[in-house]
């Protein structure tokens, strides 16, 4: 399966930056929650953190959306219930951002989560987006 690269224009010049890097970084944040905020595809279904053949199943959990300069993010999540969603998302959308800006040196247009579903015993569906969009004034 071939990797999906996107190239990114900023003022040092043209990055190529892969699913995979982005997807660690979504990881990453997601994993701070410490069992809360669990990953899932579009449809609702929990992608795994093993790899398989060289693919790792949380690029599922990740769509990038590239315009002429910066990516716009979007996150699948399911969260537990009791867990405060708007805590969640937004401490989660911080942590994507400041991700990008530390290990890819730039910042998303805009980062999107989308809440698929809440988990008790089942899995209860929902479809919530938090969507926060970055104004060029707050680039860097």
Do not use: W
């Not at 890819?104 to 209860?124: C, D, H, Q, W, Y």
Request: charged share 25%; glycine share 6%.
């Amino acid at each position: 399966m071939s990797e999906e690269n996107y190239s990114i224009k900023t003022e040092q010049g043209e990055i190529l930056v892969t699913k995979a890097a982005m997807s660690a970084i979504v990881k990453e944040s997601a994993d701070a929650f410490e069992g809360k905020v669990f990953l899932t595809n579009p449809r609702g279904k929990f992608v795994s953190s093993g790899s398989r053949f060289g693919y790792s199943n949380e690029q599922a959990s990740v769509e990038v959306e590239c315009n002429e300069t910066y990516p716009r993010v979007t996150v699948y999540i399911a969260v537990k219930f009791g867990t405060s969603i708007a805590a969640v998302t937004n401490e989660m959308i911080e942590m994507i951002h400041d991700g990008f800006l530390d290990s890819l040196g730039f910042r998303p247009e805009s980062v999107s989560i989308m809440v698929t579903g809440t988990i008790s015993k089942n899995i209860a569906k929902r479809n919530i987006e938090v969507v926060k969009t970055y104004d060029d004034q707050e680039r860097v």
